[in-house]
Every structure is written in structure tokens, then in C-alpha cells.
């Protein structure tokens, strides 16, 4: 099934085309928050995989579309 999620993830992101990759060590989360919060710098940005901490919990979001001050979160799901 996990298999599956990563397909339906790909696909989602051809819909969101252009996107940015927040890649690296899936356990340093400060590296991954640092580079989402540099790339929402940009007033018109794509990111794949962002980062966020809140609340001194961790949360990753598949697919952040942001336009001026409009944030659209995308989570994608799969079911087997």
C-alpha cells in the first residue's frame, strides 16, 4: 500500500507542476523547516514534501501551493 501512496503522490504532483522538493534527511527536522521557510519567501512558490514545526510538534504537508497571501495545503491519499 505504501508503494501505492508514493504513486498517487507523483501523479498529484504533475497536477501541481513546478514544484520544489524540500529534500534531505527525513530526520532533521530543522533543515527541512529552514528550507520551507526560505522558499515561502517567494511570493508565488510550489513546494513538495514542506515542513512546518507548531507546537513543538513536526508536520509535513504533501503539496503547498502558495500565491501572494493565498496557501493552499494539498494532502493526498490512498486507499488499498
Do not use: H
Amino acid at each position: 500500500m505504501a508503494q501505492g501512496g508514493f504513486q498517487v503522490e507523483e501523479l498529484a504532483r504533475l497536477e501541481y507542476e513546478g514544484g520544489i522538493l524540500v529534500e534531505g534527511n527525513p530526520w532533521d527536522y530543522d533543515l527541512a523547516v529552514e528550507k520551507t521557510n526560505e522558499l515561502l519567501k517567494q511570493d508565488n512558490v510550489t513546494i513538495y514534501e514542506p515542513a512546518f514545526l507548531f507546537n513543538n510538534c513536526f508536520i509535513r504537508v504533501d503539496i503547498l501551493v502558495k500565491r501572494g497571501d493565498i496557501v493552499e495545503l494539498i494532502e493526498v491519499k490512498v486507499k488499498s
